[in-house]
């Protein structure tokens, strides 16, 4: 009777456990076989949540596919990304954040380092995310750039180190280096400078993004564009700083200057679509939905240079055991190509380019990662037409764009007084 | 032996203990209370006691640590920008108040004295609620396209002549915000006004008539005073709604405009509890001032 009560008081949960140990036995004693609980791996499921931009189902559909695991992913705005990662440690497995989130709840302890050496593409990825450097000669950009907080000292670091220490963080993934968003058939001028952003001439029809971290960087590259003062260091401002900054915007916004601000990417594609705004603080993708949409709008490349971010994969510290074999399955399935060449034809780029390639056409490669002619009509994942023969991608190749980068999204020593000065500014 | 408590009506019991606590009235008025009492206790009493209790903590970038400190409320009071959300606040309850007032008033006066007969009354009434069956956000977002530059409005007044240019103003303003307020909160005006117009015995119109009061007069001096508890219930409804709101004020000012519910609701989404819980408070106490005032105007258990 008590026999047959537990073997019902079982769990599945206890089952996966009982069969993840013994799982990770028998793919110790046959080294290199992993592939050992390839059907116990079937009933798990990861949650992972992120912004919308890398958060698609059919990375779900494609997981389930090829994977044999259920991925369940739940999108969020930015802030709301971030405070899932630090206050919620149990209600995800793998976190799809950026770079600069990472640095404000990696000391919080939810996520937990990834052994590189079980990264088949470690190799591959590009310099950015390793030693910080596209080509050996680039210089490094302002702001949290992603090598900063890439490494950790350990499995159970807290703290990030520079060297490639052979424990990352996050897994980086998707990143993309953004600029203003024009309608040129509203403007009809070229626009080359980030102070356009301000100039009155664009008064009542100019936007930014409502995201203090991310437009604290753009309000700086226009502050500098506009002559009024170079920062020592854009991605780490002082208090004084800080205050230049917004009041510089504040007297803009009580000018009437901006239409509106968005924090959503659909509210910034509605208003550029409906014309109500004609330059504003743009995500790459935005643009694409704007054009599929058949009306002009270009992501104009500026002098000054692009204002960039990175995202990637964490872990939360809480997984173990299969959970946490089929996380980092996940993982190298996500940088073996299929999600890269799915995320490159929107227009960003993935960490490991080269192993998109083969995931892309000839054309949609030559488009999208050298900047050359289309040949064809490209379209995106989801078959709206993008761009067609003769069109080349705004701003140009991989090394022109990322090459480009001015400042990375950050987290300044000053994030809470920017925060509050940033409310006022919304408030203002 | 069954228990004494299942068998209340058996004559053998009377003069146990049991029943005489069953004659006790007051306690029998707090059971019937508990159930209300506890619901209140669990989900309004104790979640605002620890607002007020988060409120004295101090908040880092991923975490909030339990303190007693009055930073919150230092930084809150020591901000301009406070005051003037507040006066927002204020101006948009206000205004919004007064719009829905004259609207809901005079629809409930229609409804109430014009239609004679119940059924119409009741048809006309029912097609008032029939924008509540969709949702909030969808009627307030309906009006984005309908206002904006190239939208059906200014559309219409280009090709009518009237403005050469489309007018920027109708929305990402404070016209927009108030606008849809006023749309989406209107019946919380007519609903208990009609109601009290409807309690109002005809006899005291005809009376008023026959002593020589005119239309304006019985409005009034006869139907105004006694519509009041249903203009006071309107009222409250409509200033706390409005106090209280945030999404309709972020998506109708474009995100350029604040009030207490978007500070709130920034602080929020930066995990600055502390600080948010800090303003929840003194918008708390604030509404419960502005309504403490409303009812000295009226005593609506009197009236009701």
Known sequence: ?428 | MPPEGARPSLPLLTGSPMNKLRENNALKGWMMLSPLALVLLAFLVTPIIMITVVSFWRATEFSIIPAFVWENYDFLFGSPVTYTVFFNTFKYALITWAATFVIGFTVAYYLAFHIRTQTWQIALFLLCTIPFWTSNIIRMISWIPFLGRNGIANSALISWGVIDEPVEWLLFSDFAVILAFVHLYTLFMVVPIFNTMMRIDRSLIEAARDAGANGIQILWNVILPLTKPGIMIGTIFVVTLVMGDFITVRFMSGSQSANVGRLISNDIALLQYPSASATAIVLLLTVLIVIGILLRFVDIRKEL
């Not at chain 1, 992603?146 to 990143?175: A, C, K, R």
């Not at chain 1, 659909?266 to 550029?272: H, I, K, Q, T, Y």
């Open chain 1, 1 to 428: 009777m008590t026999m047959f009560t537990n073997r019902n008081g079982l769990s599945r949960r206890t089952l996966l456990k009982g069969a993840a140990s013994t799982a990770l036995v028998a793919s110790a004693s046959t080294l290199g076989a992993p592939m050992v609980w390839a059907q116990n791996i079937k009933d798990v499921t990861i949650r992972q949540f992120g912004t919308g931009v890398s958060n698609l189902n059919e990375v779900a559909t494609k997981v389930k596919e090829d994977l044999g695991f259920t991925l369940e992913m739940t999108a969020l705005d930015t802030d709301s990304v971030t405070q899932r990662a630090a206050t919620q440690p149990n209600s995800f497995d793998i976190a799809d954040i950026e770079y600069f989130i990472c640095k404000k709840v990696w000391a919080a302890g939810n996520l937990q380092a990834m052994d590189t050496t079980k990264l088949t593409n470690y190799d591959k990825i590009v310099g950015i995310f390793r030693d910080g450097k596209l080509t050996p000669e680039s210089t490094i950009a302002q702001g949290t750039a992603p090598h900063t907080v890439g490494f950790t000292s350990g499995q159970n670091g807290t703290d990030f180190v520079n060297e490639e220490s052979g424990w990352m963080t996050l897994i980086p993934t998707i990143y993309n280096a953004d600029t203003l968003g024009i309608r040129p058939d509203l403007i009809g001028r070229p626009i080359s400078k980030w102070s356009e952003l301000l100039n009155p001439e664009f008064k009542g029809k100019a936007s930014i993004l409502d995201i203090s971290s991310i437009g604290i960087m753009d309000m700086a590259m226009v502050v500098e564009s506009m002559g009024e003062y170079t920062y020592p260091d854009k991605g780490n401002m002082t208090r004084e700083e800080i205050d230049m900054t917004l009041g510089i915007f504040t007297e803009a916004k009580k000018n009437g200057q901006f239409r509106a601000f968005w924090k959503s990417f659909d509210e910034s594609v509605n208003l550029m679509a409906s014309g109500e705004v004609v330059i504003q603080s743009m995500w790459s993708p935005a643009i694409t939905a704007v054009k599929s949409q058949g009306v002009p709008c270009v992501y104009q490349p500026l002098e000054e240079g692009y204002r960039s971010w990175g995202g990637g994969l964490g872990i939360s510290a809480a997984l173990s055991g299969l959970e946490l074999e089929a996380a980092y399955e996940y993982i190298n399935w996500y940088l073996s190509g299929w999600v890269g060449g799915f995320l490159m034809r929107q227009g960003y780029y993935s960490a490991v380019p080269e192993t998109s390639k083969a995931f892309m056409s000839a054309d949609e490669w030559g488009y999208w990662f050298e900047g050359k002619e289309a040949e064809g009509d490209i379209t995106s994942p989801f078959g709206d037409k993008l761009a067609g023969t003769g069109d080349t991608r705004d701003g140009g190749s991989f090394e022109d764009r990322m090459g480009a980068v001015a400042c990375w999204n950050s987290v300044m020593d000053e994030n809470q007084y920017m925060v509050r000065k940033w409310n006022e500014f919304i408030a203002a």
